[in-house]
């Protein structure tokens, strides 16, 4: 499973890194840490991966292009 975060999206809700702090860190400003990264999440951690999607109230987090 890969995640992208958007880089325009991303508005710095904090949501991400504040429930998944496995997979998403926070960088000075707020904002998430890998926006405009792709994420190579690790096996058994799709769930948490999961989460991300689903948290972020920007859609800023999403499924890679070659995992949709
Ligand atoms: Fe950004 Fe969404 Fe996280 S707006 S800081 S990617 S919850």
Do not use: N
């Amino acid at each position: 499973m890969k995640l992208t975060v958007d880089a325009h999206l991303c508005s710095g809700h904090g949501r991400c890194y504040t429930l998944v702090p496995e997979l998403f860190t926070t960088d000075d400003e707020g904002f998430c840490e890998q926006r405009g990264q792709v994420i190579d999440v690790p096996t058994g951690q799709e769930e948490k991966g999961q989460l991300g999607i689903d948290c972020c109230p920007e859609g800023a987090i999403r499924l890679a292009d070659d995992d949709a």
